[in-house]
């Protein structure tokens, strides 16, 4: 089969389970399959695949059949400026949350060396476009998960940032060296019954520790606040990751734990997403 003949039976095939994306999801697995960027595949859209190679893509095809992320497929994600890989130890980097990497910069100074802590770093997607932008800065990173901080240490050697990020697999409950000048987090705020609503994609295939924030989605968020009262120095900036109907809460905790809500941002579906806060 050449590769025309092999992206028609692979987008027929991912179109039988209502993947979203067939065609494009199977021109990517095949371009892993032969280590090649897209643009390569149209330009040798007459070539075959060995019977070797055959099978892996057949293998691939039938993981993204089967609903799982083509992310998690492909080994990597691109965020912000950057390539990141990933494996199903970390949640895919989202695009919302480069509003937090947008909104993060506007607090730090290109030509001041600021601290910044990084609670729940996942694949280090955040700490790492931080630190990539802002080069004077240092940064620790944690994480509950020691697998996500394997992940994260990795990105972080790939953009030459491994001096610069100290990462910790620790829970941000016990975690207690202070003074930073600022947050920044993308806590688990998925509520239970949200969780059970999810699409299969995201429910079967992410770590759940990445996405549930027990009960009422807000247990983790209000980990954070509290911790970030005492770990940030004074005028020190909080800045999170919200679900989209949490505003009102998020805003009551700060307030009761010492914060001033300078701004809430919207991502790009116009919904609350990101909030920016002072600790007083
Ligand atoms: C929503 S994911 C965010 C990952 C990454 N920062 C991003 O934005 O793509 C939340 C992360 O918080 C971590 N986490 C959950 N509970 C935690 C806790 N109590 N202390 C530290 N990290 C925690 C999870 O392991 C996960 O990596």
């Given amino acids: 089969?050449?590769?025309?003949?092999?992206?028609?039976?692979?987008?027929n095939f991912l179109k039988k389970k209502n993947i979203q994306n067939p065609y494009l999801d199977t021109e990517l697995i095949l371009s892993k399959v032969i280590n090649r960027e897209r643009e390569e595949i149209l330009l040798n859209i007459n070539n075959k695949l060995n019977n070797i190679d055959l099978l892996k893509f057949q293998n691939y095809l039938i993981r993204r059949y089967r609903k799982e992320p083509i992310a998690y497929i492909l080994g990597y994600k691109y965020f912000w400026k950057h390539k990141f890989l990933i494996n199903k130890s970390v949640l895919i980097p989202r695009p919302d949350t480069e509003l937090l990497i947008d909104e993060t910069l506007k607090y730090l100074p290109i030509d001041k060396s600021k601290r910044i802590l990084d609670v729940g770093t996942g694949s280090g997607c955040i700490v790492v476009s931080l630190l990539k932008e802002r080069p004077k800065c240092t940064a620790t990173a944690i994480d509950i998960s020691k697998k996500a901080i394997n992940v994260a240490k990795t990105n972080a050697k790939l953009h030459q940032l491994e001096n610069k990020i100290n990462f910790i697999n620790?829970?941000?409950?016990?975690?207690?060296s202070n003074y930073y000048d600022l947050i920044v987090s993308n806590p688990p705020y998925i509520s239970e019954i949200e969780l059970n609503r999810l699409e299969d994609d995201i429910k079967f295939h992410e770590p759940k520790v990445a996405l549930s924030g027990g009960h009422d989605g807000l247990r983790d968020l209000t980990k954070v606040i509290i911790k970030s009262k005492k770990l940030l120095k004074l005028n020190g900036k909080l800045i999170i990751e919200i679900g989209y109907k949490q505003k009102y809460q998020c805003i009551r905790i700060l307030n009761k734990y010492g914060f001033y809500v300078n701004k809430i941002s919207k991502d790009f579906s116009g919904r609350d997403r990101c909030v920016i806060s002072t600790k007083l």
């Fill in 170 to 176: 620790i829970d941000i409950d016990k975690y207690k």
């Fill in 1 to 11: 089969m050449n590769y025309i003949q092999i992206l028609k039976k692979g987008e």
